[in-house]
C-alpha cells in the first residue's frame, strides 16, 4: 500500500500494479507504453480489461511463499501544476493478517517495511534552515539538566544537517560533553532534538551548539547560535552550612 505525506499530496500520485490480464499478449515491461499502445488502439478493440489495469491501484494484495520474491511495478505521476521542490512519500509492505505471539498474553506482532519516495520537480532548489527554538532548563527535583533544539526547514527540499552540541565547564574545566548528530530535515519538516544531562555537584555549564548544512549550492552554510550558560550552586546546602557555623 502507498501513503503520503499529509502536508504533500504525492501519495496520490503512485499508482501500484498486479500481474497484467491474460488477454494482454505482450513481452515488454513498460507499463507507460503497453496503456499507451491500447489507448491508440481503435475504440472497438479497445479491451476494457486492459484498460483497468493500466489506471493502477492505492492498494494490491500479493501471496509470497517462504523465501520468494515478487516484483510489484509502480508508476509515479507528477502533476502538472505543482510546486518546484523536492515532494516525499512512501510504500508501505506488511502481512494482512498479524503474526499472533506464542506469550500468554496473545500479543499480536505486525512487521512493516517502508520504502520512502524522493520526487523532485525541476526549478529552483532552495535549501535553507532556520533556528526556530533553543533553549536551556534545569530540572532540580530530578537533577537533570535538559536542552532542547529545533531547526525548520523553510526551502522546498530536503537538506542535510550536522548537529554539534558541546557542553563545557570553563571555570572548573569538568563535566565536558560532546555530543553529534547528523540528520536530514525534510522539507516543511522541523528537527526537535532533546539532550539530557546529569546535574553536577557545582559548576557552570556553557551550552554552545553548532548547527550547519548542505545548501542547495552544495555549500556548507552555518545557523548562527548564542550558547546559553548555566550556574549550578547548591544554594540551599550552603545556607545550611553557615547556619550551623
Known sequence: KQFGDTRETIGRWVRLYEDPPAVLATTTTDILQICEDEKQKPEKRQREEVLNWCEGKESIEVTLTAFSNKVVPFIISIPEKIDVGEHTGGIL???KEPEKSGSQGGILISTRAGVRIYETVPGEIIKNLVLTKF????????????????VQNSGNASADAVIK?????????????F?????????DDEMISNFDFNEPKIGILKFSPEISYVDGQGNWR???VTPITLWIVPWVEVAASGVGL
Open 222 to 224: 552555518q545557523i548562527p
Open 135 to 150: 533553549e536551556v532548563v534545569w530540572n532540580k527535583e530530578r537533577h537533570v539538566i535538559s536542552a532542547t533544539i529545533a
Open 179 to 187: 555530543i553529534e548528530r547528523a540528520p536530514q530535515i525534510l522539507r
Open 165 to 177: 552540541f558541546l557542553v563545557d565547564d570553563p571555570i572548573f574545566r569538568k563535566n565536558r560533553v
Open 93 to 95: 509492505i506488511q502481512k
